[in-house]
């Protein structure tokens, strides 16, 4: 229901656009230039801000508020022998249960309390929801008519359709900015959490990773280990192995369609390379799984090297293959971007070719270069997928890149999977490898911030 009232109200601004874009035509026809403000494009503009914004935003707050509402309504509705000193977990499952039966999802025979509840629920949603569709419809006429009767031949539609985008660009920024603190906020509360149980010098320092646990009390096996040191270890291995592969052939390739290749070699070349960027992560697994990693093993086989089924040299290798064309766009746009009389010049000056890329181009494109290779460590330190597939799930502490090893992602996918409770250390480690590779993913961008400030400095 929420799809299509949003939709209604699309289709209500539009038609608000065109009365009064009819109301300003009217101004221009019957008076004459100089005594209308504002061309009838914007009276159709300020009338449709003022329909489509407040409702959308009703309809998101209403949405936002709504399930919170109906379930404490339900709560308060139940007798009070099931809810008087009840913890908040088996409130919890009251109202899962109570979900469950109005949604149909029976698996045994309910109390006649929670199918009354269910009852009311269903009730109750209704209710809202219509209630929802109502008050965003006639919101949305009553902006309307008072919006359309504002329109005079002097009323400044412009400023105020420029005014209300302002407003709309200023609150996107304040909720882009709240969003960020609120998850770095629920990354550092549950991080807490996790080093209130384990110390932070085991996690950071300790040279064992199983983060299996005990289930029950008089279980044996699966005391727990939290060394985070040999998911760091995989991480930067495979990471290296990746730029290793994408920084050469990404900076050469880029060079040569730069500075080498024909326009009609160039034409046919770079999109075929930014097609690369376009292909799934899933779909690069299988080509490591199906193809690198056979290749891999008979050459292993072949010169009597034994070799992993999962290696890091695999996914690393395909890794940095993925990463290629994000490095050479972001070294041809470098590239292109130094001024024509700085080449021109030190040609001028009788200096070769190759000369002039090193001597002169690579430096002033340098903070473009730098910050595309930065961005791109911190989009292999975060690539999980490829991971997954081709360099296996055990945080095996080894330099050997034809050893099987995991990485940080790799691990909190597999913490947060399954039936843990949330406030076990298994799970909370999850939010304690994103705090690090928050940490470090961070610092990467600051420092390519900062180089690339230094060098514009420099050359402009």
């Known amino acids: 229901m929420a799809g299509n009232l949003i939709l209604v109200i699309l289709v209500l601004s539009l038609v608000a ?264 992560t899933v779909v690069y697994g299988f080509f490591a799984v199906i193809v690198v990693a056979p290749a891999i093993r008979g050459a292993g086989m072949a010169l009597g090297i034994p070799v992993a089924p999962n290696t890091a040299l695999v996914a690393g290798g395909v890794m940095g293959i993925m990463i290629i064309p994000f490095i050479s766009s972001m070294t041809d746009d470098a590239l292109n971007a130094v001024p024509r009389s700085m080449r021109d010049g030190s040609l001028a000056m009788g200096a070769t070719q190759g000369e002039t890329i090193m001597k002169v181009l690579l430096p002033a494109a340098l903070p473009g270069i730098a910050g595309g290779i930065l961005l791109a460590v911190s989009r292999a330190i975060g690539e999980t997928m490829i991971v997954v597939m081709a360099a296996g799930l055990i945080a095996t502490l080894t330099f050997n890149p034809l050893d099987s090893v995991t990485t940080v992602t790799v691990q909190i996918v597999t913490l947060l999977i399954g039936d843990t409770e949330f406030d076990n250390p298994k799970t909370l480690a999850a939010f304690a490898l994103g705090l690090v590779l928050f940490v470090a993913t961070l610092g990467l961008n600051i420092i390519a911030l900062r180089i690339v400030q230094k060098y514009r400095e420099k050359y402009d």
């Open 17 to 280: 656009y065109f009365v009064g874009q009819a109301q300003g035509r009217k101004f221009v026809y019957a008076t004459s230039v100089g005594e209308v403000h504002s061309r009838p494009v914007y009276h159709g503009a300020f009338v449709a801000v003022w329909v489509g914004v407040p409702a959308l935003l009703l309809v998101l707050i209403w949405l936002l508020f709504q399930g919170t509402i109906v379930d404490r309504l339900i709560l308060a509705s139940l007798p009070p022998s099931m809810t008087d000193g009840a913890s908040p977990a088996q409130l919890s499952l009251y109202l899962t249960e109570v979900k469950n039966v109005a949604g149909g999802m029976m698996f045994g025979e309910p109390s006649p309390e929670i199918r009354a509840a269910a009852d009311r629920y269903a009730a109750w949603s209704q209710i809202a929801r219509w209630a929802m569709v109502v008050a965003a419809l006639g919101l949305s006429i009553l902006a309307m008519v008072v919006a359309r009767a504002r329109l005079r031949p002097l009323f400044r539609a412009r400023q105020g359709f420029e005014r209300a985008l302002s407003i709309l660009m200023v609150t996107c920024s304040v909720l882009a900015i709240f969003t960020t603190i609120g998850i770095i906020g629920a990354l550092l509360y549950e991080a807490w959490l996790f080093f209130a149980i384990i110390p932070l010098g085991e996690f950071l320092f300790g040279l064992k990773w199983e983060p299996q646990i005990a289930i029950r009390a008089d279980q044996i096996a699966g005391a727990g280990a939290f060394g985070a040191i040999p998911v760091f270890v995989g991480t930067l291995l495979i990471a290296t192995i990746a730029m290793a592969v994408a920084v050469p052939i990404g900076l050469f390739s880029a060079i040569y369609l730069t500075e080498f290749a024909s326009d009609r070699i160039r034409a046919v070349v770079k999109p075929m390379m930014e097609i690369l960027a376009g292909i799934p």
